[in-house]
């Protein structure tokens, strides 16, 4: 078996910056949603091999070097006619 560190639901939340309860729903309601998980008996962990895998997935990719800062658009103010 792998060597692979198994972390708690608490841990994972912390990581991702989620809930408890989030991670409660992306399992019991969203399937395919947020990291894999171990189901053993009544206890759930998650392989840091997972959530590390699941964050990768997450990323939007780069925008390229030479991409043009897009232009900030300002509200004209309404000036009483």
Do not use: F
Request: aromatic letters at 8%; charged letters at 30%; hydrophobic letters at 35%.
């Amino acid at each position: 078996m792998d060597a692979d560190r198994m972390l708690t639901e608490k841990q994972v939340a912390a990581l991702l910056g989620v809930s408890q309860h989030c991670l409660r729903a992306w399992r019991w309601r969203a399937k395919n949603r947020g990291p894999r998980y171990v189901k053993m008996e009544s206890s759930i962990r998650y392989r840091e091999s997972d959530v590390k895998a699941y964050l990768e997935r997450c990323l939007s990719p780069a925008p390229p070097e030479s991409a043009p800062v897009p232009a900030l658009w300002h509200r004209r103010s309404r000036k009483a006619a």
